[in-house]
């Protein structure tokens, strides 16, 4: 499996993923209205911050992950997705182990940080198996549905 470059080719493919108004929310916050398209995408990875990848195995797409650049030195983990068919065999923590690696190699990071959902514990615990620890909580910030979602702050430096 190799981590590369998101591009507009790609696109149909995590369209198809975000296949909820609700896993919407969870993959893209209040920055993407539902259903997901073409514009909103080519909008968002067109801003020279934003970093988006594709982990594929052979010619599968299996997992979607983007990186934020804060300042020179520190990027923000965004945006983490695995498609259903792949959920539940790791794919995560590799897609995440070669972000950390081309982070560290391509862009010289010395930080990075990420934001979880509280209830989201399988995610939390691929984070902290990976050596990010929580540096704050946030309530009130984030509801879907009536439910306020508490977000978790995490960081790991480099």
């Not at 520190?74 to 997705?81: D, P, Q, T």
């Not at 539940?88 to 930080?111: D, H, N, P, V």
């Not at 990075?112 to 540096?135: D, I, M, P, Q, W």
Request: aromatic content about 12%; some cysteine.
């Amino acid at each position: 499996m190799k981590l590369r470059v998101f591009d507009n080719a790609d696109y149909d493919t995590l369209i198809n993923w975000i296949d909820s108004e609700k896993l919407n929310y969870q993959w893209g916050g209040p920055n993407f209205a539902f259903p997901l398209d073409h514009h909103q995408l080519s909008s968002h990875c067109a801003k020279p911050e934003v970093l988006p990848f594709i982990l594929a195995s052979g010619s599968q797409r299996v997992g979607y992950v983007e990186l934020f650049r804060i300042t020179e030195s520190s990027f923000r983990i965004c945006r983490v997705f695995v498609s259903n068919n792949f959920r539940g065999q790791g794919i995560s923590k590799i897609m995440l182990t070669q972000l950390i690696e081309l982070s560290r190699t391509r862009y010289f990071a010395t930080q990075l940080s990420l934001a979880v959902f509280g209830h989201n514990r399988v995610a939390r615990r691929c984070y902290e198996a990976l050596g990010f620890k929580v540096t704050s909580r946030e309530t009130g910030t984030r509801s879907y549905d009536g439910v306020v979602w508490e977000l978790l702050r995490m960081e790991k430096r480099l």
